[in-house]
């Protein structure tokens, strides 16, 4: 299983950054897929979460309304669209699935949000 995030940066409070992971190693399209954050000296928070299909997703309360999830089966792709960040959005994010009673994740990637 490899699960490989990208597209994080620096960007200005306001701003916007679409992160995504690619995963190989096992069948993407029939696992739900998750993303979390580590901000630092926190721990390891869940952020979204989307059905094998795409055809529902859930957000924390704190990401609701800014952040969208997102999935391309074909391309065994999911993304995570951030709009309206916020210093307090500034984390390391990480994509995430769980089957065979494991968690698997990806080496993440930093989000940095500042002026």
């Known amino acids: 299983v490899q699960l490989v995030e990208s597209g994080g940066g620096l960007v200005q409070p306001g701003g916007s950054l679409r992160l995504s992971c690619a995963a190989s190693?096992?069948?993407?399209?029939?696992?739900?897929m998750n993303w979390y954050r580590q901000a630092p000296g926190k721990g390891r928070e869940w952020v979204a979460a989307?059905?094998?299909?795409?055809?529902?997703?859930h957000y924390a309360d704190a990401v609701k309304g800014r952040f969208t999830i997102s999935r391309d089966n074909a391309k065994n792709t999911v993304y995570l669209q951030m709009s309206s960040l916020k210093p307090e959005d500034t984390a390391v994010y990480y994509c995430?699935?769980?089957?065979?009673?494991?968690?698997?994740w990806g080496q993440g990637t930093q989000v940095t949000v500042s002026s």
């Open positions: 190693g096992f069948a993407f399209s029939i696992y739900p």
């Open positions: 989307i059905t094998s299909a795409g055809g529902t997703t």
């Open positions: 995430n699935v769980y089957f065979s009673s494991l968690n698997y």
